[in-house]
């Protein structure tokens, strides 16, 4: 079995940086996508940024393109989110996720939750105002 895990997590003030950090175990790299999602208090989980790990490719939804980056570690194993610019409405539990994605379009399902198989248990980030 592949398993996931998040940390990092944590409380910051408005206008602050967090990095969250995804560590996979168990896997055989067929599950070639890792992808971070959100999931505010009382509301649907949310695609954030996905990164393929046969070739780094990336993958950032509007929202936070230019204030999340996704990078992958030097095993290939860990995958970080570095988030700046943190806002109020950020705040929400972040969970990082494995999937088996292949084809030139992978993207086109990269923030799609259906589209992946093995989930953590997810990271608390608050920020204040």
């Known amino acids: 079995p592949l398993y996931v895990k998040e940390s990092g997590g944590g409380s910051v003030q408005a206008g602050g940086s967090l990095r969250l950090t995804c560590t996979i175990t168990g896997s055989t790299l067929s599950d070639n996508v890792i992808g971070w999602f959100r999931q505010p208090s009382g509301k649907e989980r949310e695609g954030l940024a996905a990164i393929n790990r046969d070739d780094d490719a990336t993958f950032y939804v509007d929202s936070v393109k230019g204030r999340f980056t996704i990078s992958l570690g030097d095993t290939k194993n860990t995958v970080y989110l570095q988030m700046n610019q943190l806002q109020p409405d950020d705040t929400a539990m972040y969970f990082c996720?494995?999937?088996?994605?292949?084809?030139?379009?992978?993207?086109?399902?990269?923030?799609?939750?259906?589209?992946?198989?093995?989930w953590g248990q997810g990271a608390q980030v608050t920020v204040s105002a």
């Open positions: 996720a494995a999937g088996a994605l292949y084809g030139g379009r992978w993207y086109g399902l990269a923030a799609a939750p259906h589209a992946y198989n093995f």
